[in-house]
């Protein structure tokens, strides 16, 4: 089976180029595609601080896809994990999702921050961030994705 998704909109603006580390500071805007979206398609999403955009990792080359363990980040000194045990862009269906603050909108656009896309990334969906999808219970890491995190926002 083979599923076809088509972007409602791309990246644009913030960071032109992938790095780890410090997205907390980005602000971008998502732009959804007019042919495909009236204005309306964003009413009532300005009442939510938070969204849930989930993207494509474009530029990572097929050759790139990771489909068993490595060390995060290439760094002996973590575990080697499965790669549905990381969070790594050279996933298999290269897919992504980061909440992030939403900022404004206006018509089709839509401006966050803390998006950890790069700008002309495809968007695949938005989803109002709900705390009633939030984990429920204790949330249990390892201490290598704690440290992953320390300087990621």
Known sequence: MSITLIPIGYVRGGRAKARDDNWGREQAAIELDGEQYQTDALAGLADFSHVEVLFHFHKVAEEKIVSSARHPRGRSDWPKVGIFAQRGKGRP???????????????????????????????????????????????????WAREIMADYW
Do not use: Q, W
């Not at 269906?93 to 990334?121: E, P, Q, S, W």
């Open 93 to 143: 269906n290269r897919l992504a999702v980061t909440v992030c603050r939403i900022m404004a909108l206006d018509g089709l656009t839509l401006t966050v921050k803390g998006l950890d896309a790069i700008d002309g990334t495809p968007v695949l969906d938005l989803k109002p961030y709900l705390s009633g999808f939030a984990p429920r219970g204790e949330v249990r890491e390892p201490d």
